[in-house]
């Protein structure tokens, strides 16, 4: 009797800690910070970047996110994506609500993944004073840095894809561009300064060592594919290319379950100096 009720005591200590690590892993919000040196940037510049929250709300209308994003003072916020799950239109409304009270106080840019490409929500974000980069290129002067933000929609990339189809650039100037899904090794050959993407979510599980378990397909890409400059390792965190760089956000919401291991929901905090 004293041997059943030992493992049952230590069964339960061990479902308490594992819903704990759970909870932690999964709906607790991580700030992560990178600083980006270039001769182009005259002061210093506060970019906050959020991706893929698909619907979730981290307190009572997105109040500990917003507070989170507010401590930073940042001068813009670019949103990459997914911000809800389709066909969920209660999660649209959190997503909604959420950029419509972060462009009441700062300059919003936004793209869409493949979930939040609905034509109603997207208008409801102009409507609202969200710059939607849909194929846009918008010069925006923060201090005395002039910066050039690019935006595109892209849910999959084919062999011919170019930028130089769509843009122009002045590489004298520093050249940013808001992308959900990253294809790196073409952003910086159009002469992109710095790549801000999401969709992978960091691989939403993660293994100490190992990294993500998968991406597109590949099992352990970051072991499987360490040192290459392959797509499927760009998967979370800051990369370069020469002196280009790609900042992957591993993103705030989960999809298709509510699950993370060694992998935050994160907010980007990024300094231009």
Not at 114 to 120: A, I, L, V
Request: net charge positive; aromatic share 12%.
């Amino acid at each position: 009797v004293k041997m059943k009720k030992k493992k049952f005591i230590i069964l339960i200590i061990i479902i308490c800690a594992s819903l704990i690590i759970w909870y932690f892993n999964t709906f607790t919000i991580k700030t992560n910070y990178e600083i980006i040196e270039s001769e182009k940037i005259v002061d210093e510049i506060t970019i906050i970047q959020i991706s893929d929250l698909h619907g979730s709300s981290f307190g009572r209308n997105n109040k500990e996110l917003i507070k989170k994003i507010e401590k930073e003072k940042p001068n813009i916020i670019c949103v990459t994506g997914d911000m809800y799950t389709a066909k969920d239109e209660k999660g649209k409304q959190i997503a909604l609500k959420l950029l419509q009270e972060l462009a009441k106080s700062y300059k919003v840019y936004f793209v869409n993944g493949e979930h939040d490409c609905d034509e109603k929500f997207i208008q409801n974000l102009k409507d609202n004073e969200v710059n939607v980069l849909d194929y846009k290129k918008e010069t925006i002067a923060i201090k005395n840095t002039k910066i050039n933000l690019y935006g595109i929609t892209n849910q999959y990339y084919s062999a011919t894809f170019d930028l130089k189809n769509a843009f122009e650039i002045n590489k004298e100037e520093y050249n940013i561009l808001l992308a959900h899904i990253s294809n790196f090794e073409k952003f910086e050959q159009f002469g992109i300064d710095l790549s801000l993407c999401g969709d992978t979510h960091g691989g939403q599980v993660r293994l100490p060592f190992l990294g993500a378990i998968i991406n597109r397909g590949i099992w352990f890409p970051e072991i499987v594919q360490k040192g290459l400059n392959v797509e499927t390792n760009y998967i979370k965190g800051l990369y370069s290319i020469n002196n280009s760089y790609l900042y992957v956000s591993s993103g705030l919401g989960n999809y298709p379950i509510s699950i993370r291991l060694f992998n935050r929901p994160e907010i980007a905090v990024i300094k231009l100096r």
